[in-house]
């Protein structure tokens, strides 16, 4: 069984930064592309970010690219989300997520989620 936990979150200024971490068990981490969702008050779960299985590869939403950048370590079984020059309007839950198969990015797995709020 996957198990995705994500922890990192909390309450920041405007301007400032927070780094999200995602630990998953379960089975083979290194084998599997991850993505970093988000969803706010009233809004549907949006794409953020993800990250190809060796990390050669990464995709971002227009809303926060060149902000934030998302990497892994195989050897611990995490995922990041490195999150800089936060606004009012990235504040949101944010899910750590995992695909069915390998060479997939449609993710069936997720994380319980962690709350990010960023104060003006």
């Known amino acids: 069984q996957v198990q995705l936990v994500e922890s990192g979150g909390g309450l920041v200024q405007a301007g400032g930064s927070l780094r999200l971490s995602c630990a998953a068990s379960?089975?083979?981490?290194?084998?599997?592309?991850m993505g970093w969702f988000r969803q706010a008050p009233g809004k549907e779960r949006e794409f953020v970010a993800a990250i190809s299985w060796s990390g050669g590869s990464t995709y971002y939403a227009d809303s926060v690219k060149g902000r934030f950048t998302i990497s892994r370590d195989n050897a611990k079984n995490t995922v990041y989300l490195q999150m800089n020059s936060l606004k009012p309007e990235d504040t949101a839950v944010y899910y750590c997520?995992?695909?069915?198969?390998?060479?997939?990015?449609?993710?069936?797995?997720w994380g319980q989620g962690t709350q990010v709020t960023v104060s003006s």
């Open positions: 379960g089975r083979t981490f290194s084998s599997y592309a």
């Open positions: 997520a995992a695909p069915e198969y390998p060479s997939s990015y449609e993710y069936d797995y």
